[in-house]
């Protein structure tokens, strides 16, 4: 268990709809990462957050969106949802001063 | 353009043998670099890291090598165990002011432990 949770861990949902999906780092983490893992792409970084600021951007869609909250949860927003963004999200957090990210256990989206 | 690439997407070894994974990178400014391992269903696992002033890393059973003029890194794994049958991702970051950014993963290989 690396002490980072992600709800729910199933979402289905239709084109066009908006979902938000959900991360506790662990105890003491500051920073937040957010992952997609599609099949033909891998495992793509899309954004990072810092103590409840929003730090680096990777390869995320304008359709998508993040914040951390002041409790250091955070939660990625997905709008417009297309077939194309069924995947597998994945929530890391770390130490800021340390490199090693850990890992949640994802939470699979299917759109219909 | 992948800038982590693992070329083996699966690797057959026996059990007790020396399991070898590799990676290539592109980007020159990568300076830190860290291996996941990952069952279905479950989250990537950190394994191992190295940092680019380093060229070899070890912990227990795992040992972690950086080329950087060849801008390779391997991960061994001896001896090879069947809890080790995996999928691996090798990853790679380039810090700017120190602390840990977004990582570029390589697309993973899928590590078979023989009986």
């Known amino acids: 268990d690396s002490g980072v949770t992600q709800t729910p861990k199933h979402l289905i949902t239709a084109t066009g709809q908006r979902v938000t999906l959900r991360c506790s780092p662990r105890?003491?983490?500051?920073?937040v990462y957010w992952y997609q893992q599609s099949l033909d792409q891998g495992l793509q970084f899309l954004i990072q957050y810092y103590n409840g600021e929003e730090r680096a951007k990777g390869n995320i869609l304008e359709r998508f969106s993040a914040q951390q909250f002041p409790d250091l949860h955070s939660e990625l927003n997905l709008s417009s949802l297309e077939l194309g963004d069924s995947a597998l999200y994945f929530c890391a957090s770390s130490d800021y001063a340390l490199n090693e990210q850990f890992f949640g256990p994802g939470t699979r989206l299917t759109v219909l | 353009d992948q800038q982590v690439k693992q070329n083996s997407p699966s690797l057959s070894v026996q059990e007790g043998r020396i399991s070898i994974l590799n990676c290539d990178y592109t980007n020159s400014m990568f300076d830190y670099f860290l291996w996941y391992k990952k069952y279905p269903a479950e989250g990537p696992t950190f394994l191992i890291s190295i940092s680019s002033i380093k060229d070899k890393n070890e912990d227990g059973r795992f040992t972690v090598f950086l080329n950087k003029s060849a801008k390779h890194l391997s991960l061994h794994i001896v001896p090879s165990q069947p809890g080790d049958s995996a999928v691996y991702f090798c990853a790679a970051s380039a810090r700017e002011g120190g602390g840990a950014d977004g990582l570029t993963f390589g697309k993973g290989t899928h590590l078979i432990i023989q009986p």
């Open positions: 105890s003491g983490d500051l920073s």
